[in-house]
């Protein structure tokens, strides 16, 4: 009974690459959340995605920041250009049934850390 | 914009209960209190959640007060791998998701 499952743990980018981020549901979990933590501070929502739709992206910065859960596979967050104010960790969380998650919250993976060089 | 407020730190021995504190006067009827905790460099941990009535579980019990405005959390018996970052989150269900504040740092001494 894997729970969410983010790859990789820790990513190197030197500034102007691509990030991708990936994230597996737990099985049965059909929302997908991205949150984002910098240095020394707490979380903050960036994406709430469910499979082929955006539902909530109001936490995302407008440019360089794309999220997708394609109908098969895991969820993606991209980071396009990287610079050295995206270094931070990234972590993934899921629920069940939109109704059955308030009973239950999240259940959060273990995060990529990203440091941009 | 938050709906909680928490100490942001406490220390407390290992072996005793530990008791964290969080006000949320604003919440309305159908918002849940949530807790979380995050070990450091771990994804947060979901701890126990309740409406109105008290909660308990194998790791923590959670008490609201009976208008609602205020919980705690109680660890009854604390060691040193409950040093973390507590949060309490009041959450409706709503597209909003989780929103996490500051929290408290609970610190266990030896």
């Known amino acids: 009974n894997a729970g969410v499952m983010q790859n990789p743990r820790h990513l190197v980018r030197r500034r102007g690459q691509e990030a991708r981020l990936r994230c597996s549901p737990m099985?049965?979990?059909?929302?997908v959340y991205w949150y984002r933590q910098l240095p020394e501070e707490g979380l903050k929502f960036m994406v709430y995605?469910?499979?082929?739709?955006?539902?909530?992206e109001s936490g995302m910065p407008k440019e360089r920041f794309s999220a997708e859960f394609p109908k098969e596979g895991p969820s993606i967050l991209r980071i396009q250009q990287v610079v050295r104010g995206d270094s931070a960790a990234y972590f993934c969380?899921?629920?069940?049934?939109?109704?059955?998650?308030?009973?239950?919250?999240?259940?959060f993976g273990s995060g990529t850390r990203l440091t941009v060089v | 914009d938050a709906k909680t407020t928490q100490p942001p730190s406490m220390d407390c021995a290992e072996g005793r209960a530990a008791n964290l504190p969080c006000n949320h006067s604003?919440?309305?009827?159908?918002?849940?209190v949530y807790w979380y905790r995050q070990i450091h460099s771990q994804g947060p941990q979901y701890i126990i959640h309740?409406?109105?009535n008290n909660e308990t579980n194998e790791m923590a019990s959670l008490i609201i007060t009976e208008d609602r405005k205020s919980s705690t959390l109680i660890l009854p018996h604390a060691t040193l791998r409950d040093t973390a970052v507590y949060y309490c989150?009041?959450?409706?269900?709503?597209?909003?998701?989780?929103?996490f504040g500051k929290g408290t740092h609970l610190i266990i001494q030896p």
């Open positions: 969380a899921s629920s069940p049934k939109y109704r059955d998650s308030e009973y239950y919250g999240y259940t």
């Open positions: 099985k049965g979990h059909s929302h």
């Open positions: 995605l469910q499979k082929e739709n955006i539902i909530d």
């Open positions: 604003t919440i309305s009827g159908n918002e849940y």
């Open positions: 309740g409406l109105k």
């Open positions: 989150i009041v959450w409706g269900g709503g597209a909003d998701g989780l929103t």
